[in-house]
């Protein structure tokens, strides 16, 4: 590696400087190679000796040897020309050089016609006309020193190229690890073009520079090497003119670098006039930021927004680094820097963005934050019928909400059970045109073409049904009609019966409905016609002749009677006379009247069972036709003595258990048997009777 970028530095250096004098030859530094256009025969006249006469286009090269061995080259022009040269040494000066030790005049006619030195000429010198241009190698030993001289005799210039060969190699710092243990790093980075000289990227132009601040990475760390700057590749070879102090550099002008090596050990060791040279350009690596603004979404007019400050186009470079700030004290100071810039929350603003380059030159753009023009919206009222299955509900159409201007277009509308859900667009309703809802509140979130959104509250009512207060259950006859109205205030009116008016009349009992209509709202309304309910004669009492009549059910007062003509507020009738009668009852409702027919039994007050055939016993077979008849006989003191039912005839001669005769004496009795009517009514009649038993 180290051998290649000396081979390279070379190349470069001879096609550019030409040494034509023997006292400032150029060192050959390691084999290698030459390229060089010789122009001029230099400032001093050569005395050249051997096969040669005068110097006509020339250059003068000195090299020394590393290891022993044998030595050749090869000289090849590029065009038809005659390249003379020769050698001179060994350890000779330029005042005492004397006679070539080699030597080759060979006339060269076409292009690449070769010349130098082989391993299988025998002859050290050729001149005109003779042999083929090659002379005999060179037996060579370390530490010696010798003179080359080339000479384009010609006189058209053409470029030739030398290559050296043989065992032997040829002395150079640039090629020992113990002397060069490290690579040198050429400065700058590559051009666009290889061939170019690289670039060092400066961070303004004009600029003065240090060229100093490149000698530690040039040298790498190498001891015992020196490095000096210039303007001309002349003045690199020869390490004049360095350019000492820090100078304005121009990106236009090509800079040189020197590096040569001097021996701690000796100072005159040949090898320290080797000379490794580089060139280098500077380029303006000047930035310049861009002041952008970004806009973004202040949503729902929260007053801040998220903000992508990376998306601002701030400068159009790659490879660059960015720093964000909220002032430009703080970028100066490069403290309290943005550490979230992606998703940077802020008012609206500005911030600073410092830009360093990948060669560390630094602009600083202003990036102003800026809100989107907010969405305009309005919170609104919806209002809807209830649903008869749930009155307390109501289907509403969300989309129907003007919660947003008439004029503008371009909105999207998505419905929420909440705020926290319309801000988090979670929970979305599914159907916003037929919510189903009770009393409350929904949210719309109201986004735009630049995904902004605000959110909007819609109120929602249920309008409750509206019934008629005066429409009430009614309890008629139930032979009866009445006439239902609903009141006046209705939009419309539906009844079950078809009619469409506010009243309907000859309404029998049932059950009925009307829709009335208020607004937009129907409510269905159910009324019912009830029948009365009738009285029920539970009972009757009949004692002597007196009728007492008990009545339940219905609504009382009652009213009584024995004809359906004439009417008492009083149950009990008086002076009843014997045999079959109607009872007629009816309530406050003045109905068809209930009846019922029950017997008023004949009475019988005193019996005389002698066996005379006379009023023997008190019968009342006569009722047996009665449902559940019974005779009961009581003495005075409440005790039954007696039960006549259908097993003995209904009847009671006296006795009791029908064998042994009771005191004469008073007796009570009662009969009861029930009805046959629809309600089988119990009839319970009580008398005293005289029971006279001869003794």
Known sequence: MKKNLLIAFLLISQIFFSQADCVTAIAVCGNANITYTPSGPGAINETLGGCLQVENNSTWYSFTIATGGTLTFEINPTGPVDYDWAIYGPNKTCATKGTPIRCSSNDGTIAGYPTGMNMTATDTSEGPGFGDGFVKYLDVLPGETYFLYVDNFSTTVFTFNLVWGGTATLASPFTDPLIQPHPFNPPGIPAANPADPREIIVCSNPAVFDFSTLSTGILNGNPNFNITYHTTQNDALSG????????????????????????????????????????????????????????????????????????????????????????????????????????????????????????????????????????????????????????????????????????????????????????????????????????????????????CFTVAKITLIVLPPVKSSVLVDKIICMEDTTTLDAGPGFASYLWSTGAITQAVTNVSVGTYWVKLKTGECITTQTVKVYPTEQPVISNVDISTNTITVNVVGGTPAYKYSLDNITWQDSNVFNNVPRGDCHIYVKDIYDCEPIDITITVPNLVNVITPNSDGINDVIDYSALAHKQNLILNIFDRYGNKVHQADKTNGYKWDGTTNGSKKVPTGTYWYSVTWSENDKKNTPVKFSSWIMVKNRE
């Open 240 to 451: 004049n003119n360095a350019i000492l102090t820090p100078i304005t550099i121009n990106t236009a002008t090509t800079y040189y670098y020197s590096i040569s090596y001097t021996d701690p050990a000796n100072p005159n060791n040949p090898i320290n006039k080797c000379r490794q040279t580089g060139n280098f350009k500077f380029k303006d690596g000047t930035i310049t930021g861009n002041d952008v603004t970004l806009t973004a979404c202040n949503n729902n007019n929260m007053g801040t927004a998220v903000f992508d400050l990376t998306s601002a186009n701030v400068i159009g470079l790659p490879n660059v680094t960015k720093k964000y700030y909220l002032t430009m004290n703080d970028l100066n100071a490069g403290i309290n820097e943005i550490i979230n810039p992606s998703t940077y929350i802020s008012s609206a603003g500005v911030v600073y963005v410092k830009i360093t380059s990948q060669f560390g030159c630094i602009a600083v753009a202003k990036i102003t934050l800026n809100f989107y023009p907010p969405i305009v919206v309005q919170e609104a009222t919806l209002r809807s019928c209830f649903i008869e299955t749930n009155p307390s509900t109501a289907s509403f159409n969300l989309t129907a909400a003007l919660v947003t201007p008439t004029g503008p277009v371009g909105l999207t509308k998505k419905y929420y059970p909440s705020l926290t859900d319309a801000i988090n667009g979670t929970n979305q309703i599914a159907t916003p045109a037929a919510y189903i809802a009770p009393n409350g509140v929904v949210y719309v979130r109201v986004s735009n073409s630049n995904n």
